[in-house]
């Protein structure tokens, strides 16, 4: 079974940035597609970042060009790098990894406050 455990979350202020870890159970050589999504409160989930395992990266039209996902394979962890945070940019951000199985992890909170 194949778990995810994300890291990194917190409180900041806007502007400021936050890494998000992702570590992997399992080498990410296994994971055809990794990816960070978001939901706020009262809002579905929503994709932010996804990369695959080709180096093909995408991101929402939210967060391009403040947001980059990156991976170290040694570490079995994908990262999101977030910058000029801003207030919509608060929720709780999940970890999917996609195998032949989906996987989620628990959620990460970031808050920014204005």
């Known amino acids: 079974q194949v778990q995810l455990v994300e890291s990194g979350g917190g409180l900041v202020q806007a502007g400021g940035s936050l890494r998000l870890s992702c570590k992997a159970s399992?080498?990410?050589?296994?994971?055809?597609?990794m990816a960070w999504y978001r939901q706020a409160p009262g809002k579905q989930r929503e994709l932010v970042a996804s990369?695959?395992?080709?180096?093909?990266?995408n991101y929402a039209d939210a967060v391009r060009g403040r947001f980059t996902i990156s991976s170290d394979a040694a570490k079995n962890t994908v990262y999101l790098q977030m910058n000029d945070l801003k207030p919509d940019d608060t929720a709780v951000y999940y970890c999917?990894?996609?195998?032949?199985?989906?996987?989620w992890g628990q959620g990460t909170q970031v808050t920014v406050s204005s």
């Open positions: 399992a080498p990410l050589f296994n994971f055809k597609n």
């Open positions: 990369s695959t395992n080709g180096g093909s990266t």
């Open positions: 999917r990894g996609i195998t032949g199985y989906i996987y």
